[in-house]
């Protein structure tokens, strides 16, 4: 695995690959790797010729400077993750590669990230996601680029950005990868101290109950989250949002039918947290696209699932 450090040197590694017709796979990501994001490059290896991983922490989406000089960065270990992933190239720029002086474009979708993460973390973090992810794309091409659905809001953004700006790439969203306790897994995770890290699979649980009391027939947000609630309260977890959400408007439901997302955003000590979980109800689901289950992935496009290729001239079209 080759590690680049500028757009040219990235281009020109991949000129010979388009050329030939190659399929190219695209993983962004802040680094600290760990299983989730390894998830994401296993499905690209499987489908695509050539694996490209960033790797960015990318300072225009932190609304919170303690954040950003606090985030894990260990690109020594990230690139011995990759490589052992099969990842093929690494591409590792500089801020100022991204962001060189005289920078003044802002990629900015509207809409669904004025809620929940967007009203949260305030309307630059997702304008620091959607630039940095449009630039991302541009440099390298991609025919499928991966997302987790740890980060459902930000996949369905990126859907959104994708096909608004005829960007022929397929978004493809992988399933969330957890410890055994339930506890998604976050670069994040390594700030918690050990009592933190228990009480923080309560967020868990908490989606757990909610998908219980759909499966036993609760229709009633409010109730199902009112079982969620005794959950992070037992843990000593106030939530910053706790919400049952359309997964295409990401605007709260009035009744559990259809397709509907368990979203979830709190701190436990000072370490911010975010997980969800799709909410699958008996009748038969229009919602096919969207991972209902761990198990269930979460191609966008079932026309083009499992072939990279065929997802060069399709655009994204549904949100996740
Ligand atoms: P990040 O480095 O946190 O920006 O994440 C890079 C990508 O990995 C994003 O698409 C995330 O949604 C995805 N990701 C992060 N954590 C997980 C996880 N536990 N399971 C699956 N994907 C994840």
């Not at 397929?170 to 399933?175: A, G, K, L, N, S």
């Not at 977890?237 to 605007?251: G, H, K, M, Q």
């Amino acid at each position: 695995m080759r590690t680049l450090r500028t757009v040219s040197e990235m281009r020109a590694a991949l000129a010979t690959h388009r050329r030939a017709g190659r399929s190219i796979g695209l993983v962004p990501t802040m680094g600290a790797l760990h299983e989730g994001h390894l998830s994401l490059m296993r499905r690209a290896r499987e489908q695509c010729d050539q694996v490209i991983v960033s790797l960015f922490v990318n300072p225009a989406q932190f609304n919170d400077q303690a954040d950003l000089d606090g985030y894990p960065r260990d690109e020594g270990a990230d690139a011995a993750l990759a490589a052992a992933t099969g990842v093929d190239l690494m591409f590792a720029p500089a801020p100022a590669e991204i962001y060189p002086p005289g920078f003044a474009t802002k990629v900015s979708v509207a809409g669904i990230t004025d809620r929940l993460e967007g009203a949260h973390r305030g309307g630059a973090h997702f304008d620091g996601v959607t630039t940095v992810v449009a630039k991302l794309l541009n440099i390298v091409g991609p025919d499928v680029a991966y997302f987790g659905q740890k980060d459902a809001q930000q996949a369905a953004v990126i859907r959104q950005l994708a096909r608004d700006l005829d960007i022929p790439v397929r978004i493809e969203t992988c399933p969330t990868v957890r410890d055994p306790d339930g506890l998604a897994l976050s670069s994040r995770n390594t700030r918690l101290s050990p009592d933190e890290r228990t009480r923080a699979a309560a967020l868990h649980r908490a989606l757990t109950a909610i998908q219980q009391a759909v499966e036993d027939g609760v229709r009633d947000p409010a109730a199902a989250r009112a079982l969620a609630r005794a959950q992070l309260t037992a843990a000593r977890i106030e939530p910053e949002y706790l919400e049952l959400v359309s997964t295409d408007t990401f605007t709260p439901v009035r009744r559990i039918d259809g397709c509907v997302l368990a979203v979830i955003a709190a701190r436990v000590g000072t370490t911010r947290l975010i997980d969800n979980q799709p909410l699958s109800t008996a009748r038969a689901s229009p919602c096919a696209r969207h991972p209902a289950s761990p198990d269930a992935g979460g191609s966008s496009h079932p026309a083009a699932a499992g072939s990279a290729n065929g997802g060069k001239d399709k655009h994204a079209t549904d949100n996740a």
